[in-house]
């Protein structure tokens, strides 16, 4: 029993226990009628794809991986950080997402590897072709939407710590204007959604909990949370801590401001001063190669022909 027959039975018992899953899921669905009248409300139904039929299908093997997952709590804090609904039907939602795409990656990845092992003569290499393309497309699948959230959540931190100070900025100049606190949100986030919509769209929703009854110190921690930031949260604790004790908004808006872009001053200069040290590799691998071929090569020439010379050459 060699290991291609190995791998062709793995396989075939794979696809075996996916197909009996997917046939099991099929009719034993568990719909009720009221439930998804609820979920539509007033809204006109819309005659749903294959796609919604497959969410719909894995929806019993999404909640019991959500039970046994630790991640349930992670992808809720990734979406508050966002600025994205987190309720539970959302993580619901995105789990689900997640499952299906593991299964069709590992399924097709099943279905390219029974069909590329046989053109592979070392059996050796047989268990390798089979087990990175049937675990490593479904890896990727899987975990690819996470690392999606992850790179959103830190360009959004990095044009936080980019542009909040002129922000800031443009809050205080609004409040000595005469607007008050509310106005001055509003208008800064209507500003700054012309050249970073994340700043904005954070400034317009603190402007718009505001609108719809929410205290101004339950908003500014809202935004604290969303954006984890320790310059955000100096300055949410400046403004509340100045309404609670009824001090001059517009003094702890010039003073946060002015500490705002010290540290965004002291943060450029330290990476001026990194920029030598991390140019060193790249000098050494890429450039002094180069150099030392330019230079020594006319020479290695000459003393080449002048040994070949002494030794009787021409």
Not at 70 to 88: C, H, P, W, Y
Not at 146 to 160: D, G, H, M, Q, S
Not at 304 to 311: D, H, P, R
Request: hydrophobic fraction near 50%.
């Amino acid at each position: 029993m060699n290991i291609e027959f190995i791998l062709k039975i793995f396989i075939l018992l794979i696809m075996t226990v996916m197909s009996g899953l997917l046939v099991y899921m099929i009719f034993n669905r568990d719909t009720s009628y009221l439930i998804e009248r609820l979920k539509r409300g007033h809204s006109v139904s819309k005659r749903k794809s294959i796609l919604d039929d497959l969410l719909e299908i894995l929806k019993p093997l999404t909640a019991a991986n959500m039970k046994s997952n630790k991640n349930q709590d992670t992808v809720r804090q990734m979406f508050i950080r966002l600025g994205m609904s987190a309720t539970e039907s959302d993580v619901m939602d995105f789990e689900n997402r997640r499952v299906l795409r593991f299964i069709v990656a590992a399924f097709m990845g099943v279905i390219i590897a029974f069909i590329l092992i046989p053109f592979v003569h070392e059996s050796s290499l047989k268990l390798v072709v089979g087990t990175i393309f049937i675990c490593l497309p479904a890896f990727i699948a899987y975990k690819s939407p996470n690392w999606i959230l992850t790179k959103r959540i830190k360009a959004k931190e990095k044009a936080f710590e980019k542009y909040f100070p002129d922000a800031i900025d443009l809050l205080c100049v609004c409040v000595e204007a005469g607007l008050s606190i509310d106005g001055a949100i509003e208008r800064v986030g209507k500003e700054f959604s012309n050249f970073s919509k994340e700043v904005g769209s954070e400034f317009n929703r603190v402007a718009k909990d505001m609108l719809s009854g929410v205290s101004k110190q339950d908003a500014l921690k809202g935004l604290s949370e969303r954006v984890q930031n320790k310059d955000i949260q100096s300055f949410v604790a400046i403004i509340v801590q100045a309404d609670r004790m009824g001090a001059s908004i517009s003094n702890s808006l010039a003073i946060s401001a002015d500490s705002l872009r010290t540290k965004r001053k002291q943060r450029l200069e330290a990476q001026v001063s990194a920029a030598s040290t991390k140019m060193t590799i790249p000098l050494v691998l890429c450039l002094l190669p180069a150099t030392f071929a330019v230079v020594l090569t006319p020479a290695i020439i000459q003393v080449v022909e002048s040994l070949g010379k002494m030794n009787g050459f021409k």
